[in-house]
C-alpha cells in the first residue's frame, strides 16, 4: 500500500514563503507533484516532476515556486516564493506510477496553506 506523508504547510503573510515536503513509500514513481484545491473549485495542478527531473508548472505559479524531487527518498519539494493570497488552498502531494493497465495516482491527505493579506 503506497503512502503519501506531507509537511510545511502553514499560515503566512503575503509575499512570505513556504516549503512543502512529501515523501511516499514504495518505489518507481514516474512522475510526482503537487496540487491544490479551494472550495467550490476543482483540484488543480500546481508542480509536477518526471524522474528524469523534467518540470512543469502552472502559469500561476511560475516564477515563484520551485519544485525538486530526490529520487532516493521518494520526496518531492515544494519551495513556495512571494506568495499571494490567491495562494490559499489545500495542497496535495501525488505520485504517479506505470503499470501494465496504465498509470495509478496515489494522493496525499493535504496539507493547508492560507496566506494573509
Known amino acids: 500500500q503506497v503512502q503519501l506523508v506531507e509537511s510545511g504547510g502553514g499560515l503566512v503573510q503575503a509575499g512570505g514563503s513556504l516549503r512543502l515536503s512529501c515523501t511516499a513509500s514504495?518505489?518507481?514513481?514516474?512522475?510526482m507533484g503537487w496540487y491544490r484545491q479551494t472550495p467550490g473549485k476543482q483540484r488543480e495542478s500546481v508542480a509536477t516532476?518526471?524522474?528524469?527531473?523534467?518540470?512543469n508548472y502552472s502559469d500561476s505559479v511560475k516564477g515563484r515556486f520551485t519544485i525538486s524531487r530526490d529520487n532516493a527518498k521518494n520526496t518531492v519539494y515544494l519551495q513556495m516564493n512571494g506568495l499571494e493570497p490567491e495562494d490559499t488552498a489545500v495542497y496535495y502531494c501525488?505520485?504517479?506510477?506505470?503499470?501494465?493497465?496504465?498509470?495509478?495516482?496515489?494522493w496525499g491527505q493535504g496539507t493547508q496553506v492560507t496566506v494573509s493579506s
Open positions: 514504495g518505489r518507481s514513481f514516474s512522475a
Open positions: 516532476i518526471t524522474s528524469d527531473g523534467s518540470t
Open positions: 501525488n505520485a504517479r506510477r506505470d503499470t501494465f493497465q496504465g498509470p495509478r495516482d496515489y
